[in-house]
């Protein structure tokens, strides 16, 4: 079965960097459409990036593009998130999500980045 296992989320001040992992299995990676939602407390899901990961086609919320940076390695069946010069925000529960449009849907455990002094 699909699964999805997030990594990486943390405590981190205005202005630093994180780098969220999610690790993927059960499913064919190599074509597959993979996003990352946050979910800010007592906010619904944002959509924050996506990839195409035959193609490696990258998209980015107006909110996060240019400090954002989504990537995949097919080999080890795994989906990142580099955050840069993150702001609170930016604060919230950060899932993997492997399509969105197209039913079924399939979410992670998701991975908090609290971004705080």
């Known amino acids: 079965q699909v699964q999805l296992v997030e990594s990486g989320g943390g405590l981190v001040q205005p202005g630093g960097s994180l780098t969220l992992s999610c690790l993927a299995s059960?499913?064919?990676?190599?074509?597959?459409?993979m996003f990352w939602v946050r979910q800010a407390p007592g906010k619904g899901p944002e959509w924050v990036s996506g990839?195409?990961?035959?193609?490696?086609?990258?998209y980015y919320a107006g909110s996060v593009k240019g400090r954002f940076s989504i990537s995949r390695d097919s080999v080890k069946n795994t989906v990142y998130l580099q955050m840069n010069a993150l702001k609170p925000e930016d604060t919230g529960l950060y899932y993997c999500?492997?399509?969105?449009?197209?039913?079924?849907?399939?979410w992670g455990q998701g991975t908090q980045v609290t971004v705080s002094t």
């Open positions: 999500v492997k399509e969105l449009t197209i039913a079924p849907s399939y």
């Open positions: 059960g499913f064919t990676f190599s074509s597959a459409w």
């Open positions: 990839i195409f990961t035959g193609r490696g086609s990258t």
